[in-house]
């Protein structure tokens, strides 16, 4: 088992920058898969990006791509998700997500499949305003 908990969200005007973090609880965090998904109100949630334990694979929504930046420092349990060039449409509760390899085989060609994680964080609010 293994606890996630996200920080780094506030208001930002549109155009600006946030970095989110998700601190992990465990020795077995650097082990797993890390995922940042969002949902704005009335949405569904959306894949952002995504990281392989090692770090050497990453994915990025179509949406982010050029803007966000996943990252992870497995010596600190921490991933990261560097947001820039912010937009209102940015707006949401970010949630980090871990999947376990061994319970996840075809992870790599399902990275934003949701029911790919099997361990979420109560996620923080991003407000991007006009």
């Known amino acids: 088992q293994v606890q996630l908990v996200e920080s780094g969200g506030g208001l930002v005007q549109a155009g600006g920058s946030l970095r989110l973090s998700c601190a992990g609880s465990?020795?077995?965090?650097?082990?797993?898969?890390m995922a940042w998904f969002r949902q704005a109100p009335g949405k569904e949630r959306e894949f952002v990006a995504a990281i392989s334990w090692n770090g050497h694979s990453t994915f990025d929504a179509d949406s982010v791509k050029g803007r966000f930046t996943i990252s992870r420092d497995n010596a600190k349990n921490t991933v990261y998700l560097q947001m820039n060039s912010l937009k209102p449409e940015d707006t949401a509760v970010y949630s980090c997500a871990a999947a376990v390899p061994s319970r996840r085989v075809n992870w790599y060609s399902r990275t934003a499949e949701y029911s790919e994680y099997d361990y979420w964080g109560q996620g923080t609010q991003v407000t991007v305003s006009s």
């Open positions: 465990g020795r077995t965090f650097r082990t797993y898969h």
